[in-house]
């Protein structure tokens, strides 16, 4: 029998079976907050020679749908543990996001962390862009960038770095030179590590053209084996630096290849689709376009990240959100309505989700392909594939819509899109019987 269930063996330790093809065997070593492990995280199959599984977060907004709201609290709840076990500091906001975390409700922003500590905060995309954002809104004192795998015109990084086990292996980092020409801790944020080495290599990168003392890796979830956590202490005798690490839950995780699987078609009834109403909601107004632009000439905005954060322009970037949600309520018509972000492009439509009211949910587009198996507890139920509207020569990947459960979608992207380039997906979601699509932009076409 096909499932993904989590079998508990005793107090720390869990079986994940993985569509009778996959055994994952995990013993927990840490969890300071006593977070139960399916709140955090369930398991999936992946379409990748280089690696067979998934962990599947249930607070990331990616591969699953989620209160936004949740998605915040657990970035906060990661800045509480790096201001304990780094800092060595008390946190006021624990017992408050800790509930929150439990129990739900909306996140109430609060820069928590002192203004002495003044960290450079870097998010790796795609998976990780709104949860390092997030996390660096938790400073007084930061600044932020993410990397991202977009390719721009006529523009060279200012480093790049390897991601070997990705679907997509290519980190870029377009951030002017001089916000790290400086001594400031660099704290880099994934949502997990399983061997580490996307974090060794980009302390690598960064450390050739920009060195310091000292780097701290957060992420939700940390699998690294002893010999992978020995190769953080080598690389910090070699480069003479000290690298720390945060995490909400760590151990070992052991895999078992039990046979390969197929990819199949999963089709849905063409006779249970609706009319579905498509509407064009344009955002520019409340947002800044920013110098660089796409191969259509669309500019891409500043207020992402993706170029450098300080805290006063993130601060000023709520003003703008809190605009945008005023204008985006009133464009709501659904009960069930779902969020969905596009690729790298997540916090933006995260934090919006997250105020727009009761009856939402949030995730994002990806580019990770995975086996999809309608079964309980699997990682991916349902799945559509369709050509990235911005790029047709990357495919992306949206889980875990249900038929018939949204009649409202408002799918967010960075840059305005031609609807001829998103008609793959719009067909694919057809039989999904979401009634009402908002197609929302954040930067028009210049001179628009």
């Not at 990705?166 to 801790?185: F, G, I, K």
């Not at 939402?360 to 999809?372: E, M, V």
């Not at 889980?399 to 031609?418: A, K």
Request: glycine share 6%.
């Amino acid at each position: 029998m096909k499932n993904s269930q989590t079998l508990t063996l005793s107090k720390k330790k869990y079986t994940f079976h993985v569509l009778d093809s996959i055994n994952a065997e995990i013993e927990v070593t840490e969890n300071p907050y006593q977070i139960p492990i399916d709140n955090l995280f369930t398991m999936a199959a992946r379409i990748n020679k280089k690696r067979s599984f998934l962990f599947v977060s249930k607070v990331l907004g990616k591969h699953l749908p989620i209160d936004a709201n949740k998605g915040l609290t657990t970035a906060a709840l990661l800045a509480v543990r790096f201001l304990e076990s780094i800092k060595g500091l008390e946190c006021r906001e624990k017992e408050r996001l800790l509930f929150s975390f439990r129990q739900g409700g909306e996140f109430m922003e609060d820069p928590f962390i002192p203004p002495h500590i003044n960290p450079i905060v870097i998010g790796f995309a795609e998976t990780a862009t709104a949860l390092g954002h997030a996390f660096f809104a938790c400073f007084q004192n930061a600044d932020y960038f993410h990397t991202t795998r977009e390719e721009l015109v006529n523009q060279t990084p200012g480093f790049t770095f390897e991601e070997e086990h990705s679907h997509a292996t290519s980190h870029r980092c377009y951030v002017p030179p001089e916000l790290l020409q400086n001594n400031r801790e660099i704290i880099l944020v994934d949502d997990e590590m399983t061997t580490g080495k996307t974090a060794v290599n980009i302390i690598r990168s960064i450390h050739e053209q920009f060195p310091r003392k000292e780097y701290t890796v957060v992420s939700i979830l940390d699998w690294r084996s002893d010999e992978n956590k020995a190769e953080f202490f080598r690389l910090e005798k070699e480069l003479g630096i000290k690298v720390k690490v945060v995490s909400l839950l760590s151990g070992t995780v052991q895999v078992q290849q039990l046979r390969g699987l197929e990819e199949q078609s999963h089709e849905f009834n063409p006779e249970n689709q609706i009319e579905m109403s498509i509407e064009k909601v344009r955002l520019a107004q409340y947002f800044t376009p920013g110098p660089f632009h796409d191969r259509k000439n669309v500019p891409y905005i500043n207020d992402t990240g993706r170029f450098g954060l300080t805290n006063a322009e993130h601060l000023s970037n709520q003003q703008k959100i809190a605009k945008a949600v005023k204008f985006l309520k009133e464009k709501r018509s659904g009960q069930t309505t779902l969020c969905l972000g596009t690729g790298e492009f997540m916090y933006l439509p995260m934090k919006l989700a997250a105020a727009m009211g009761k009856g939402i949910s949030y995730q994002s587009t990806t580019r990770s392909p995975i086996y999809i198996e309608n079964q309980e507890g699997y990682g991916a139920r349902f799945g559509l594939t369709f050509p990235n509207p911005e790029d047709w020569d990357v495919t992306h990947f949206v889980y875990n819509i249900p038929p018939g459960f949204y009649d409202e979608l408002f799918i967010f992207f960075e840059r305005e899109i031609e609807i001829k380039n998103l008609q793959p997906f719009l067909d694919g979601l057809a039989p999904l019987q979401i009634a009402s699509v908002k197609l929302v932009f954040f930067s028009n076409a210049r001179g628009e």
